[in-house]
Structures are given as C-alpha cells and as structure tokens.
C-alpha cells in the first residue's frame, strides 16, 4: 500500500522520482527511481535537510528551482545532482506526523504549481489516514493470529492434561471440554462446546451451587470435592478446582476436574487394611509382648532367636490359696475371679511401664527394665507391687464378694532379655538369677505381702513405706537371704510387731 500511494503520487505530480519515508526510525518504506544513496536518511543524503525540517516543523517545503533558491542551493548535493524542482509534504493523522513524502525532478524547475500543492497536501492527508488504517489493521490481525495462536496452543495443552478441564465463558456458555473430560463423564466435546453452563447439571448434579458460589465469593479459587454418577450408572468421585478466567464477555471461569474415584477406592481399601492390621496387632498384643508385635509388623523377620543381657527388676504376683478356691467353686465362676484379678493386674503394670512376661497358673510375671532399660525401673516395680496389693484388698474384694490373698517376690540384677524357644515356637522372656530369686520371694512371702531383694530395695528406696529387713529362707538356695518385706497388719501382730507409720 504505501508503494502504491507513492506511485499514485508520482504519477499524478509528473514527478521524476521520490519516496516515501515513515517518521518512526526514518525508515524509507517506498522509493521511486532513486539511487541507494540518495534513498536514505543519511545526513549527506540530498533530501536529509529538507526531510528533517518537515519532520520537524510539519510544515510543507516546495521550491521550483533549488539550483537558484538562496534557501537550498548551498546545498552541495543538491547542485552536484542538478535537482530543480521539490516537494515534500507531512503524512499527518490529527496532530501526529507519521511521516512524509518526497518527490523531485531534476530536468522541469517550476513543476510544481500552487494547485499542485494542493493537490499534494490533500493527497498526503488521505494516504496518512490510508496508512494509518493499514497499521491498524495490521495490528489487529496480527493480534487476532496472536490470539488464535494462544487459542489453538490453549486447545493443544488442554488436550494433553491428564486431567479434565473445561472452561465457561462471561455468558456462561461452555467454550472448551478436553479429551479428559470427555473420558471422566463418557460424552463428547460437540455435546457440551456453546451449551449453557446448566447443561453441566446432569454431569454435576451440584454445579449450579458451585458456580453461584463461585461467583458470589468474588471470583476467587474454589476447591470442592463431590459425588456423581456417569452416564453409565456408575459412580463417579472428583474434586473440581474453580480458577477465574477473563473473557471478551466478562469474567468466566476455568473449572479443572481430577477424577479421584480409585484413589478414593484405594483409600477406602487402605483404611480397612489398616483396620484390620490394628486389630490384628491388638489381638496379638493379648498373646505377646507390645514390642514384639510392633517389631513383627515393621519387619517380621526382625525377631530371632538370641537375646541380650539387661539390668532389670523382676516381679512374680501368685493368688495364695487358689488349689482349694478352685475345689470349691465351680469352674466358671473360678475363670471369672481369674480373669477379673487379672485384668487388673495387667493394667496397673501396664500403667507403671512394665512388661508383662507370661501368666502361669494362678500366677504372672513381668520385668521393669527390658526390652528398654529406664533408671526408675525399680522404683516402678514396688510402685505397681504396692498398687496391686491395695486393689486385691479394696476394689477387687468388694467386685468379686470373695476375699483374694497375693503374694508379691521383688528382685533386680543382670539378666538375658529375648526371644528363647526354637525357630517354630519361641517366647519373648529373660532368664537369669534375679529370675529365680524374685520367683523363690514370692513363694516365701506370706499372703497379702511383699518381698524385695536388697538390690531391688537399695534402688527402689520406698521412702514412706514400712519395710523390715528380714532373712527369708529361699527354695534351692542353702543360706538364708536378706530381704525387705512390706507385710499386712495381720501378719505384724502375729509376729509382734506394731505397723510403722
């Protein structure tokens, strides 16, 4: 276009040669029969002054014969070319200066008349305009190739997310439905691409909700996790994530869709396994010891035979005269009072961080001090052998409506703590002299008291509590050993002893 406004020009001025030239960067856009040199906005150029004074002052410049006209003809290239006649007019939009053109002839002075001036202006006028529309609507449709890029780009990186994505416009009309979306509700981009955003109901059967709420709370991002149903029947879980999206009509929105039916599924089924193993471990907690079976479900094939020697306090609890309850109760009734007493007692060593090693009989044991070694461990002992006691002679007395006796044997030392038996069958236990010597305790204490080895009572030191040093005659052991015994009052008067405060 600006070529062919040049050559209309040219050719309605009768002029030899010319260009045209654009105001931005002095960019010679068109030239007609002009040399390289002379089609330039060098400062030597012929035209460079008369350009820059019309660039500047925007104001028409015509002479019909620059070889006699004080105003040019000290211009050396103007002379050496022999350039008679010239006219340069602005290409004016409003009050801007776009540009201009330059015509010439170097063998008619006096080509351009009065009239032609005219002509030349109104012509320059109407080609700014002209030009000025060209850039325009260059610019707009490079920003419309722009934008059907982007649209296109948009369309080709929609279609490559694994997640569903569909995008409403400010009409609220469906503008775009990927491939994954398609395959998350089982119809086609055609069926729901232009359709009103409520055709999005029977997908979502909570949308409308959704999208008001959406809206009403500024059109800010949305989260939301809900339950449909396919076109198929069958059930379908996702989460919906609302972004806004700017649209020729307004605000619209951009709602991305992750189908998390498997995963919910997935989780549902996790859930159930974890149940399931909880319940398993707690079963076998009631078989074995806490960390055993903790060990056995991390890593089952952690527990082996072998063990490891610990410093540990080592408590036996046995119901006296549980050979004759048992004759005279009936079974049933026996197992009751057995299992009642026991439950207690596991709970107050369980509440004193001990470890129960085994029930035998009528009788249990359990070690303070393995697998985890703690400085109070005897201390806790006596405490949880003091408790036992207090709740056989109150809480459980008045429960069961029949009086229970127990004897309690204490004592501390080295001992081999793990897993004894063979690789089909082993137990959890520690073995050792400190062993015996609490078991050989508490078959020398009478009912209703304790025993301490003197380990056990130098650490422990139960301050508050009426220990007498005693010798206590052990099975299996020749000499007599010296123990610390906490007895009932029964026993203390019998002996002849008052209780000490």
Not at 293 to 317: C, H, I, N, W
Request: hydrophobic fraction near 45%; proline fraction near 5%.
């Amino acid at each position: 276009m600006l070529q062919s406004a040049l050559e209309l020009a040219v050719q309605v001025m009768r002029a030899e040669r010319g260009f045209l030239m654009l105001r931005e960067g002095r960019r010679i856009a068109a030239v007609h029969d002009l040399g390289p040199f002379e089609a330039t906005a060098a400062a030597d150029a012929p035209s460079h002054p008369i350009v820059e004074r019309v660039l500047t002052s925007g104001e028409p410049v015509f002479t019909t014969d620059a070889q006699s006209d004080p105003k040019w003809n000290k211009q050396r290239s103007i002379v050496a070319l022999h350039i008679r006649s010239i006219a340069c007019v602005p290409l004016r939009v409003r009050s801007e200066i776009i540009g201009l053109i330059y015509l010439d002839s170097r063998v008619i002075p006096g080509l351009f008349q009065p009239v032609d001036r005219e002509v030349l202006v109104s012509f320059a006028h109407q080609a700014a305009l002209a030009i000025e529309n060209a850039r325009l609507f260059g610019k707009e449709r490079e920003r419309a190739q722009r934008i059907a890029a982007l649209q296109d780009f948009q369309d080709r990186l929609l279609e490559t997310i694994a997640s569903g994505v569909f995008t409403i416009d400010g009409s609220r009309r469906i503008t775009s439905f990927n491939r994954a979306a398609e395959t998350t509700f089982g119809v086609t981009s055609q069926q729901m691409v232009f359709a009103d955003s409520t055709a999005l109901t029977t997908l979502v059967p909570d949308f409308p909700e959704l999208i008001e709420t959406f809206y009403k709370s500024g059109a800010v991002l949305l989260r939301a996790e809900v339950d449909a149903y396919r076109p198929s029947g069958t059930e379908l879980a996702m989460q919906l994530r609302f972004t806004p999206l700017e649209t020729p009509q307004g605000t619209g929105v951009a709602v991305v869709i992750t189908d998390v039916t498997e995963q919910r599924k997935l989780e549902e089924t996790h859930a159930a396994e974890m149940a399931h193993a909880t319940a398993i471990q707690k079963s076998f907690s009631r078989y074995l010891a806490p960390h055993v079976v903790q060990s056995l479900v991390k890593d089952p094939s952690s527990v082996r035979l072998g063990g490891e020697r610990k410093y540990a306090t080592m408590l036996f609890a046995d119901i006296r005269g549980f050979t004759a309850l048992a004759a005279t109760l009936e079974a049933e009734r026996v197992v009751e009072i057995l299992n009642t007493y026991f439950a207690e007692a596991v709970r107050i060593i369980f509440e004193h961080d001990g470890l129960l090693d085994k029930f035998y009989g009528d009788g249990l044991m359990a070690v303070f001090g393995a697998p985890v070694a703690r400085a109070d461990d005897a201390s806790r002992a006596v405490r949880a052998a003091i408790a036992l006691q207090a709740v056989v002679r109150g809480h459980l007395a008045t429960k069961l409506n029949y009086p229970l006796a127990i004897s309690l044997g204490l004592a501390s030392g080295d001992v081999v703590a793990g897993h004894i038996g063979s690789p089909q069958r082993m137990d959890y236990t520690v073995i050792g002299d400190a062993v015996n010597l609490a078991q050989g305790l508490q078959s020398a204490s009478p009912p209703g008291s304790i025993y301490l080895d003197e380990a056990t009572y130098a650490k422990a030191n139960p301050k508050g509590q009426p220990f007498h040093r005693i010798a206590a005659r052990i099975k299996g052991r020749a000499e007599l050993v010296t123990a610390y015994a906490l007895l009932p009052k029964t026993t203390l008067a019998a002996i002849g002893r008052a209780p000490e405060a």
